[in-house]
């Protein structure tokens, strides 16, 4: 994967935890773009589905235990959430999926 950059400042953007700040120390934000493609949308999409699969299928396996313990379903959420934010992060890595004021070099 290739790293990203910060287009006002140069620096290099880190990812902590999975997930992609919201802005850099120089005051730019990093939002979605508004204006991509239908065929990038779909590209997205599809890396989406591919990337969150395992973890889906993890779940419809053991989902005897998670209609038993609320806590396993919790963490099974929470489970969700984070990959969810790995995959937007390794997608925008790809460049599959664009965000304003990141440079991918």
């Given at each position: ?35 991509g ?58 460049g ?10």
């Amino acid at each position: 994967m290739k790293k990203i950059y910060c287009k006002k400042c140069g620096r290099e953007i880190k990812i902590k935890f999975g997930k992609i700040p919201d802005r850099c120390s120089c005051g730019a934000e990093f939002d979605d773009e508004k204006d991509g493609n239908r065929k990038e949308l779909i590209r997205y999409f599809l890396f989406l589905a591919v990337f969150m699969a395992p973890f889906f299928f993890l779940i419809y396996v053991v989902r005897g235990y998670l209609e038993e313990s609320n806590l396993l379903y919790f963490f099974a959420l929470v489970g969700v959430v984070v990959w969810f934010r790995v995959s937007e992060s390794a997608a925008v890595c790809l460049g599959l999926m664009r965000k304003r004021n990141i440079e991918r070099k």
